[in-house]
């Protein structure tokens, strides 16, 4: 019985400003036009014969997580929510307590959800070649057979060949230095250490246990102050506050006797960078990657990407340009890893272009914000069909919406009413009131508030069916 788990934390800084803390890269579509990274490692199991996935996410992403799985049609998958986030090793373990909780012992495949792999074939291939290695006891991790001398991974050295394609583990290296990357390129025994693995439930807690017990202790107490709400599986957040800090690799990876490796040769990138992206991306007869309203004269190698204006590059090489809506980044593709230091320098300045884009995705829809100055700010909000926004109300602010198309339910007080296309509604500072769209196509209204102040933090919420405070 194999069960997928996908991990799906992490927050992607050094693909900003695409990648953001509330929208990070696993939910973006950056190698496929039409599914996230998420979504199509999804769909990369689509044939496996498994059990239901389970997926693994912060606490802040979860309404994006439920929105996309919903979209491929997997509204019933059991969500787990980490509260804070701990690495991978207490995250799996978490995965590996839901499954026993249950009285079942599955293999899990635990993968990774902003992985890229071009060769579905290969993948499930290694997939076969790990299974019956991880159902006699074993802890599996795949092996990625490198193409290129690479400073960014960490390696693992093969050892004696198994039965079935697998090989002993001799060691776990860390991120090279160029010469002794080129150096286990020649040798052939190093792969990219993939971060992938398979193991029964109950072997890796046992591990677990005998290795980090101290992990193991804080995640099963986690687990059992925990509840269950809707399809998301929350954790006790204090108990796991507590839990150390560690991955897979250093709590037992590297410790367990256990460990054995499958090579995985099936065009993998864990696109960890632009120009990891700008590698595997389709390019014109320039090595160019334009994508959105991009125009192009005499320039080579770049990696463009425009969101909603147009960008020119005129006589320039090997560079990343990304325009979104509130923000542009310029860099050199040598110089990538560095776009981290931007990140690191807005979370000093205090600022939000890290966190969010200037569209905010809800589980009731979305809102782009258009314009804002002293005491006002203009947003223009979509409203999924059916979808109902909190019963709230305000302080410090007034509200004016104006419905562009759909129809509008607006509750002010005691009183509702109907507002369709081109009418608009005022709200005034105290009142209690909600929004709703009653109809079957999306509801789209521009809201204009004013005031003294007009955080996020000035809503208080009375009732609401998505379960915030």
Not at 111 to 132: R, V
């Amino acid at each position: 019985m194999l069960t997928p788990i996908i991990m799906a934390g992490g927050t992607g800084s050094r693909l900003w400003p695409l990648s953001r803390q509330l929208h990070p890269k696993q939910f973006l579509s950056l190698a496929d036009d039409k599914l996230s990274m998420l979504q199509a490692t999804i769909a990369r199991l689509a044939d496996l014969d498994a059990q239901p996935l389970q997926l693994i996410c912060n606490e802040e992403h979860r309404f994006l997580a439920a929105e996309q799985l919903r979209q491929l049609g997997m509204d019933d998958s059991t969500i787990l929510l980490e509260p804070v986030g701990r690495n991978t090793a207490p995250a799996i373990a978490l995965a590996a307590l839901q499954a026993v909780n249950k009285g079942e012992d599955p293999t899990l495949l635990i993968l990774a959800a902003d992985h890229l792999i071009q060769d579905t074939e290969a993948f499930h291939d290694s997939i076969a070649k790990a299974l019956p290695l991880a159902e006699a006891g074993k802890l599996v991790t795949f092996g990625i057979v490198p193409t290129q001398p690479e400073t960014g991974y960490g390696y693992v050295e093969r050892g004696d060949a198994l039965d079935g394609g697998g090989f002993t583990v001799r060691q776990f290296v860390e991120k090279p230095d160029l010469d002794t990357a080129k150096s286990y390129l020649e040798q052939g025994n190093y792969f990219w250490n993939s971060g992938m693995f398979m193991f029964k439930a109950s072997c890796y807690l046992e591990e677990l246990a005998r290795h980090r017990p101290d992990i193991f202790e804080a995640c099963k107490q986690a687990f059992a102050n925990g509840s269950q709400d809707m399809n998301f599986v929350r954790i006790d957040g204090e108990a796991f506050a507590n839990c150390p800090d560690d991955s897979i690799d250093y709590a037992v990876m590297e410790k367990t006797d256990h460990a054995v490796m499958v090579p995985l040769d099936a065009g993998w990138s864990d696109i960890g960078s632009w120009s990891a992206l700008w590698d595997v991306s389709e390019k014109d007869d320039s090595g160019n990657m334009l994508k959105g309203d991009v125009l192009n004269h005499d320039s080579r190698n770049n990696y463009a990407v425009a969101e909603s204006r147009l960008v020119a590059l005129v006589g320039v090489e090997d560079l990343i340009v990304v325009e979104t809506k509130d923000a542009v980044l310029v860099a050199h593709r040598d110089q990538v890893q560095e776009v981290k230091k931007i990140v690191e320098q807005l979370k000093d300045a205090d600022r939000s272009e890290h966190i969010n884009h200037r569209e905010v995705y809800r589980p009731w829809g979305k809102y782009d914000g258009v314009d804002n100055g002293y005491r006002y700010q203009v947003k223009r909000i979509t409203v999924k069909p059916g979808a109902k926004l909190s019963v709230q109300m305000h302080h410090h602010r007034s509200e004016h919406w104006i419905v562009v198309s759909g129809t509008a339910k607006v509750t002010i007080g005691d009183t509702a009413q109907l507002v369709g296309e081109n009418q608009s509604v005022y709200i005034p500072l105290g009142e209690v009131h909600a929004l709703e769209n009653p109809g079957v196509l999306p509801l789209e209204l521009i809201e204009v508030q004013s005031g003294s102040y007009l955080g996020e933090d000035d809503i208080v919420r009375f009732e609401d069916k998505y379960g915030r405070a």
